[in-house]
Structures are given as structure tokens and as C-alpha cells.
DNA sequence: CTGGCAGATGAGACTGAGACTCATTCCTGT
DNA sequence: ACAGGAATGAGTCTCAGTCTCATCTGCCAG
């Protein structure tokens, strides 16, 4: 089932490059390809290396630009969540989306979905001035692990 | 009254800092007191812009030092908001805190609260695998003058 | 099929936040 | 007042992310 979702994100994704006027090239290929393997939220780093090691070397300057593009266009969403270093994630077509759970200790991120939670956001959007489009929640503590 | 908080928060730090061994010192000093006087969220950079301009030359270590023991026990929040750098705010001994709207276009940051979305992150935090202790929520969007 | 152009890419230099080092200075308890 | 250790400053270093520019390539016109 998750392997369905991920193609279908995938594809959804070439075309929307496409319908924005993109041409098409090996390097955001290559990048749409690997984000559309990932489950959780990826740095930069983390793509540049996993297409090294599986062999296509893409330029930096590449990745961050095909991230820049995605964002862009709403499909994937970038995310900060205390390490200093942005992450990015597939935004699901479909409108679900999820939130996380950092731990301070060994910096593992773990997704979480919560119903109420995104509810409050919404009533909340709608009452402040200002046109909300993107929100993000970030809880911190330590894991199972960690905490132990 | 809020000058009386900011006082408050500034005496409440230095104890705080005495408690946890740490002696005093200059530069820690200028930080604390700096801080005391923000309302909302600051970047290191900014810290040491105005000490700098307000004739305090305190080192970049010094600053990103003390911000690191001030947030280790408790007495600053840690948070990024999707600029790529971190920023800072005092945490109000009461336990009262906000969050933040961040306009992606203009970059400005405004902070808002909402006890219906408290309630909602507190029961959830109940119920997840991590000891959660602290937690961070960003409305992503555009503010009124850039929305118009 | 082919030439040419606009968009895509790669390689590397550059920037800026933040971490690290270590010699010097300054608290603090005795 | 003094010794020992913590605090500080100045500078260096790292590394994520940006920028530039020369080269390459997908794509359309002819």
C-alpha cells in the first residue's frame, strides 16, 4: 500500500513539474525519484549522499534547487526541527499529512498524526490575521531509548 | 506590567544560573539582562548586534554559550521558524507561553497564543512512546500587509 | 533529420551561522 | 591577598546552503 502511495506521488509530482513548464532532466529526476521512496522528512545532505552511494552523482546546487521547486509548487514541505539543518517531505496528494517527534537526545525523528491537533489549527488559522497556508509542530523530549 | 514580568524573568535567571554553580561573569551578565528585555523571539545574531551597539562587546562564544546553558535549564526557549537560523525567547517562569505566525515572504515573526491548541498538545503528549517536554508550533503564511 | 536556443546541470567558489580552541582574565572560597 | 578553576575573547574551522558561470541537453522549428 505505501509503495502504491509513493509511485502515485511520484508520478503526480513529474507532472506537476511538467504542467509548470519544466523540462525534463536526469538530475530532478533522479532527486523526485528518491523522495518519492522517502516515508519521513530528508535533509539535503541525506539525498545528495543516497544518490552518490546508489551510484548518480548529482550536483548540489541540483538538489537544492529541485527542492526549491518542489516547494514551490506545494509538493513537498520544508522543515526545520531544531537540528540547524532543513528537512524536506513528500506532501501527500491526498491532503493527509503528519507532524513530529524529535528527540534532543540521539536526534531521532519519529512522524505522528493527531486528529484534535489539526483541528485546533484550523479553528486557529481562521481567526488570526493572517493568510496560514502551512503549519508545522515539532514536539521535543526524549525517546523510548533515551529516556530509559 | 510587562516591564515588571521582564524583571521578573531577568532576577529569576540569575538565580537559576547561581543555583546551577555557575559564577558570575560579565559577559553571561549582558545576555541575561539583554534577553530579560525581548518579548519575543531573538536570533544570536541580533543579541550580539545590540550589545555590540549598546557599547557591550561580548564574543560570539560567550553568546552562543550562555544561550546553550540558559536553555539547558530551562530558562530560554530553543526554537527555528524556518529561516535557517535559531532564535531565542525567554520562557515566563508562569508557565504562559506562545507560538509563532511567520510570514514567508517579509520574514516577519509574530507570536499568538491559543489555549484550545495547549489543550490539544498536552492530552497528545500523554499519549505518544516519548517523555515530551517541550513542544513548538509555526503557522506558515502571509502576513496582513503581504497577503493585501 | 538537424541546428539552435532556452532551460538544466555540474563544479567549485563563496557566505554566514554556529562550533571549537586556547591563552588570558576574573570570581570565589580560604 | 592568593590559588585554582571557571569565564571570556579573539580567532579559526566546519559545514549547510547559495551563487556563478561554463557546459550540456531536451525540445521545437524548419
Known sequence: MSGEESATWTEHAFDSLEQAGYRRGGARRA??????????????????????????????????????????????????VGQGTARYEPVNPSGEHHHHLVCDRCGDVVPFEDRELEKAIARLSRRVAFKVDDHEVVLHGACGACAA
Open 31 to 80: 532527486v523526485v525519484e528518491l523522495l518519492g521512496r522517502q516515508s519521513c522528512a530528508v535533509t539535503a545532505i541525506d539525498i545528495d549522499a543516497a544518490l552518490r552511494a546508489g551510484g548518480q552523482t548529482v550536483a548540489r546546487a541540483s538538489v537544492y534547487r529541485t527542492l526549491e521547486q518542489l516547494a514551490e509548487l506545494g509538493l513537498i514541505q520544508r522543515l526545520e
